[in-house]
């Protein structure tokens, strides 16, 4: 037909040429709106391709059949296709269940045997800091939502305050001027001007046209990207220059069969001012630096960060349902299956982004932010914890897990738990109030890790159905082993341990047999002159030496004890073989053995102290000897403590004092 056309005149081929032109750069500058049009071919391509292979040869047997019979029984087969297909693949999910598997397959997953402790502990749930953001800003702005980031060593909420929605002109016109960044461990979160950061961006979540972000991504993409990479979560953070940048996740799909996402690097945003010049790179290339996830080992700010896109991660959680195999998570198995839980007053689901350090784990995972899951199992009666999962927040390609339930914890779930903090305060008005976002709390208490779950309780309006942060928000600390419930002081973090301590001790100590911890420390010299004082005012009568020497006694027995806790001298204990250990380009260790010299079972841990060549302790550290258990009389047991290289530097000795339990 075209070239017919073509064929007329000077007139039509001058037609055709303009046209031509014009689809092209119809083609180029709007392929941001067609690009969800080339991801979705991408993502269904193995069903596209074969529907349309049986559509074709079912119509080319139809045409060709003469019989009304045969023609009604193509048309039978046709439809029974198509509705198994459907029926399997969307109706019954089996899509998505092939496709979790293909996550399942190529990640690399890693078991730990011991927890991680949580560290810089978040007091605030991501609907508070939301809902107290949106009330420091005025009718013709909006805040973006919060994202837990890594700003200059400190873990912050950051958050474009941008041009509302609503008014659609100031989306075309207006720049977004400002970004929250607000501490995440403080107790009373400002929004006042020191924590709202002057910064130009021109593009925005909720700007229009050219200047919104996922626009201005898209036409950034090569046009192998177009079909294999989607914009995802942004996040607001400063480079290794100490500028404000936009940092937009990109989800890559990969495979053939049944194509899973993963992590596919992140598109860095630089600030700047809308002008004309922008508009042009806009429309034609885009904005962003594209940075693979291989190329972010080389730009520090964005290691141990969190870049991660939350529908990656979530998808890689759930794929730990295969660990009991292909079949297992089918309805008539399930014996490991796993789900993701989903609190239903709960407007923040898993993942909860949290700070994990990881040195005393013994395997080669950073310090810093992850995207922690709690599996519990497929049935809704069901709601112990079976495992904790770790995502590297910043896109790195392992996922670790430890497995509560073949170690027969008994630990109860993240939903378990509103019910047992409802059923600590019945005074509360629970219509109103909600207890919400139970992450993680995982401290070394009382001689051993103990796991606990951080809530909090935040009120709701019915007419907004959006949770009103506080300055002092209720906390409550669950013990997923005991469901005990511990209400803590949100405005004293220091004192949370002690609160748990003084409130499970007695339990603790009756089940488990531990000693006494928290004890307020006097120093023995000090309780000796207290006594010695005392026997000023004792009268001078005759059985006046024999007070003295109850006294003395009870001097003797306050000394005993303090020796008792105090560290074993070194002819009670030897310290052999101390090295380090480097073999993990990760984690370096110092390894040594512990020699009991005495008659007796010894039982212990040892503090390292990392001295340089001045002689100053530049690094203090606290491990266990034999794992925790009894050495026996003369026998040699193994330490280790393994920690960041950068640890080491100017180390040139160590000293091992080794403390009695």
């Not at 009304?68 to 039978?76: A, D, E, K, P, Q």
């Not at 979530?314 to 195999?325: D, I, N, P, T, Y």
């Given at each position: 037909?075209?070239?017919?056309?073509?064929?007329k005149?000077?007139?039509?081929k001058?037609?055709v040429?303009?046209?031509?032109?014009?689809?092209?750069?119809?083609?180029?500058?709007?392929?941001?709106?067609?690009q969800?049009?080339?991801?979705?071919?991408?993502?269904?391509?193995?069903?596209?391709?074969?529907?349309?292979?049986?559509?074709?040869?079912?119509l080319?047997?139809?045409?060709?059949t003469?019989?009304?019979?045969?023609?009604?029984?193509?048309?039978?087969?046709?439809m029974?296709?198509?509705?198994?297909?459907y029926?399997?693949?969307?109706?019954?999910?089996?899509?998505?269940?092939?496709?979790?598997?293909?996550?399942?397959?190529?990640?690399n997953?890693?078991?730990?045997?011991?927890?991680?402790?949580?560290?810089?502990?978040?007091?605030q749930?991501?609907?508070?800091?939301?809902?107290?953001?949106?009330?420091?800003?005025?009718?013709?702005?909006?805040?973006?939502?919060?994202?837990?980031?890594?700003?200059?060593g400190?873990?912050?909420?950051?958050?474009?305050?941008?041009?509302t929605?609503?008014?659609?002109?100031?989306?075309?016109?207006?720049?977004?001027?400002?970004?929250?960044?607000?501490?995440?461990?403080?107790?009373?979160?400002?929004?006042s001007?020191?924590?709202r950061?002057?910064?130009?961006?021109?593009?925005?979540?909720?700007?229009?046209?050219?200047?919104?972000?996922?626009?201005?991504?898209?036409?950034?993409?090569?046009?192998?990207?177009?079909?294999?990479?989607?914009?995802?979560?942004?996040?607001y953070?400063?480079?290794?220059?100490?500028?404000?940048?936009?940092?937009?996740s990109?989800?890559?799909?990969k495979?053939?069969?049944?194509?899973?996402?993963?992590?596919?690097?992140?598109?860095?945003?630089?600030?700047?001012?809308?002008?004309?010049?922008?508009?042009?790179?806009?429309?034609?290339?885009?904005?962003?630096?594209?940075i693979?996830?291989?190329?972010?080992?080389?730009?520090?700010?964005?290691?141990?960060?969190?870049?991660l896109?939350?529908?990656?991660?979530?998808?890689?959680?759930?794929?730990?349902?295969?660990?009991?195999?292909?079949?297992d998570?089918?309805?008539?198995?399930?014996?490991t299956?796993?789900?993701?839980?989903?609190?239903?007053?709960?407007?923040n689901?898993?993942?909860?982004?949290?700070?994990?350090?990881?040195?005393?784990?013994?395997?080669?995972?950073?310090?810093?932010?992850?995207?922690?899951?709690?599996?519990?199992?497929?049935g809704?009666e069901?709601?112990?914890?079976?495992?904790?999962?770790?995502?590297?927040?910043?896109?790195?390609?392992a996922?670790?897990?430890?497995?509560?339930?073949?170690?027969?914890?008994?630990?109860?779930?993240?939903?378990a738990?509103?019910?047992k903090?409802?059923?600590?305060?019945?005074e509360?008005?629970?219509?109103?109030?909600k207890p919400?976002?139970?992450?993680?709390?995982?401290?070394?208490?009382?001689?051993?890790?103990?796991?606990?779950?951080?809530?909090?309780?935040?009120?709701?309006r019915?007419?907004?159905?959006q949770?009103?942060?506080?300055?002092?928000?209720?906390?409550?600390?669950?013990d997923?082993?005991?469901?005990?419930?511990?209400?803590?002081?949100?405005?004293?973090?220091s004192?949370?341990?002690?609160?748990?301590?003084?409130?499970?001790?007695?339990?603790?100590?009756?089940?488990?047999?531990?000693?006494?911890?928290?004890?307020?420390?006097?120093?023995?010299?000090?309780?000796?002159?207290?006594?010695?004082d005392?026997?000023?005012?004792?009268p001078?009568?005759?059985?006046?030496?024999?007070?003295?020497?109850?006294?003395?006694?009870?001097?003797?027995?306050?000394?005993?004890?303090?020796?008792?806790?105090s560290?074993?001298?070194?002819?009670?204990?030897?310290?052999?073989?101390?090295?380090?250990k480097?073999?993990?380009?990760?984690?370096?260790?110092?390894v040594?053995?512990?020699?009991?010299?005495t008659?007796?079972?010894?039982?212990?841990?040892?503090?390292?102290?990392?001295?340089?060549?001045?002689g100053?302790?530049?690094?203090?550290?606290?491990?266990?000897?034999?794992?925790?258990?009894f050495?026996?009389?003369?026998?040699?047991?193994?330490?280790?403590?393994?920690?960041?290289?950068?640890?080491?530097?100017?180390?040139?000795?160590?000293?091992?004092?080794?403390?009695?339990?």
């Open positions: 037909m075209i070239k017919n056309y073509w064929k005149g000077g007139k039509q001058r037609i040429i303009i046209g031509l032109l014009v689809l092209i750069i119809t083609l180029f500058v709007l392929r941001d709106d067609y969800p049009a080339l991801l979705f071919v991408r993502k269904y391509i193995f069903v596209i391709l074969l529907s349309a292979i049986v559509l074709f040869f079912g080319r047997r139809f045409r060709n003469a019989s009304g019979g045969s023609r009604i029984g193509v048309l039978v087969m046709m029974l296709f198509f509705g198994t297909l029926i399997a693949g969307w109706h019954f999910k089996m899509y998505d269940y092939m496709k979790t598997y293909n996550v399942f397959n190529n990640l997953k890693i078991e730990i045997n011991e927890l991680p402790l949580t560290q810089n502990e978040r007091i749930p991501l609907r508070n800091i939301y809902s107290m953001a949106n009330e420091s800003v005025g009718e013709t702005k909006d805040v973006s939502l919060p994202h837990l980031v890594r700003v200059d400190l873990n912050k909420w950051t958050m474009a305050i941008q041009p929605e609503k008014y659609v002109w100031q989306g075309m016109s207006d720049n977004t001027e400002e970004v929250f960044a607000v501490s995440s461990t403080t107790p009373f979160p400002r929004f001007s020191e924590n950061i002057s910064v130009t961006f021109s593009i925005g979540e909720s700007l229009k046209f050219s200047r919104n972000t996922y626009n201005a991504v898209v036409q950034r993409f090569n046009p192998w990207m177009l079909f294999n990479y989607e914009p995802s979560d942004t996040f953070m400063k480079n290794d220059s100490g500028k404000w940048v936009e940092v937009v990109l989800i890559k799909w495979g053939f069969l049944f194509p899973y996402p993963t992590f596919g690097g992140v598109m860095v945003v630089d600030s700047g001012e809308h002008d004309f010049n922008d508009y042009l790179e806009r429309v034609t290339i885009g904005k962003g630096t594209f693979s996830p291989v190329e972010m080992q080389n730009h520090p700010y964005l290691t141990k960060q969190n870049t896109s939350e529908k990656v991660s979530r998808l890689q959680a759930e794929s730990l349902k295969f660990l009991g195999g292909f079949s998570p089918l309805p008539w198995n399930m014996k299956a796993v789900k993701i839980p989903n609190l239903p007053n709960d407007q689901q898993q993942p909860f982004v949290t700070d994990f350090d990881f040195s005393d784990t013994k395997v080669s995972a950073y310090s810093g932010l992850y995207h922690w899951f709690g599996l519990e199992p497929v809704d069901r709601t112990s914890l079976t495992y904790s999962v770790f995502v590297p927040a910043d896109g790195t390609d996922l670790y897990y430890y497995d509560h339930a073949s170690k027969k914890q008994g630990y109860a779930g993240v939903s738990m509103p019910l903090v409802i059923e600590s305060r019945k509360y008005d629970w219509s109103v109030n919400v976002e139970f992450r993680p709390y995982i401290k070394d208490i009382a001689g051993r890790k103990r796991m606990f779950f951080l809530g909090t309780v935040s009120a709701i019915d007419e907004s159905a949770f009103d942060g506080s300055a002092t928000p209720d906390l409550a600390l669950i997923s082993e005991y469901r005990d419930v511990v209400w803590i002081d949100a405005k004293h973090p004192q949370w341990e002690k609160t748990v301590y003084d409130q499970l001790n007695e339990a603790w100590r009756s089940s488990e047999g531990i000693g006494y911890y928290f004890v307020d420390e006097t120093k023995t010299i000090e309780t000796a002159q207290k006594i010695l005392s026997i000023k005012s004792i001078a009568v005759d059985k006046e030496s024999l007070q003295i020497e109850k006294l003395q006694r009870q001097i003797d027995s306050i000394k005993a004890l303090e020796v008792e806790k560290i074993i001298k070194s002819v009670d204990i030897s310290v052999e073989n101390v090295k380090i480097k073999d993990n380009e990760f984690a370096w260790a110092v040594g053995m512990i020699r009991n010299l008659s007796s079972k010894l039982k212990g841990y040892i503090k390292i102290k990392f001295i340089n060549d001045k100053d302790i530049v690094y203090n550290a606290m491990t266990k000897v034999n794992d925790g258990d050495i026996n009389s003369n026998q040699a047991s193994n330490f280790e403590y393994y920690t960041e290289p950068e640890n080491f530097k100017g180390v040139t000795d160590f000293s091992i004092d080794f403390i009695k339990e």
